[in-house]
């Protein structure tokens, strides 16, 4: 699927159960390289082909550190950066506790996820608050000017028309403001460089 058409939850709950995959395959003696590659197809769909690519970069001779930085381009999530850096440290030198981490990166993440599907269903109710605003506030104006016409003959004047454009600024900022609230916001990704241009692997 198209990663970039997925929401931000979705694909940081595969990146923790893809590094939960990881630590279990090296807790029963496979090597780091291998259990990447072991996961190639049991991957969490969301991120099964950013994965397969990283498999064949790393298998074509990509250094490992360029591979996993392109992985955590594509994947775009600030839990694959931390997932990548973990596994670009291990593989390029004698890795510590490395199953533990991966599964302490994996806990992390989860809570992270849940944490934005709940900020996301509050950001859903601020966009359906301003739909109903907006809404409300055009029929309303409509009304009145196809049923009370000379209700609005004050606004005709030069004075009248720049009060109307005073309260149609208070209106499209606060609108601006509820806008703003609704989006979600995205804190700076720990490998933030771009992926270089490369076709998908089939």
Request: glycine fraction near 8%; avoid cysteine.
């Amino acid at each position: 699927p198209d990663t970039g058409a997925l929401g931000e939850p979705d694909r940081i709950e595969a990146v923790s159960s893809w590094a939960e995959q990881l630590r279990d395959m090296i807790a029963g003696a496979s090597g780091l390289q291998h259990a990447v590659t072991a996961t190639a197809d049991i991957a969490p769909e969301p991120v099964r082909a950013e994965v397969r690519r990283l498999v064949e970069r790393l298998r074509t001779g990509t250094a490992p550190q360029e591979a996993l930085r392109r992985f955590a381009a594509e994947v775009d999530t600030g839990t694959a950066d931390l997932v990548a850096s973990a596994l670009a440290t291990a593989l390029s030198s004698a890795a510590g506790d490395l199953g533990g981490l991966l599964g302490r990166l994996a806990d992390a993440a989860r809570e992270r996820a849940v944490m934005m599907a709940r900020t996301s269903a509050s950001r859903a109710r601020v966009r359906s608050s301003v739909r109903i605003i907006v809404a409300t506030t055009v029929l309303l104006a409509a009304g009145m000017v196809l049923l009370n016409r000379p209700y609005l003959a004050p606004f005709d004047t030069a004075a009248g028309q720049l009060v109307l454009a005073a309260a149609g600024a208070v209106w499209g900022a606060g609108l601006f403001w509820l806008r703003r609230l609704s989006r979600p916001v995205r804190g700076p990704r720990l490998l933030a460089a771009p992926a270089a241009a490369e076709e998908a692997v089939q």
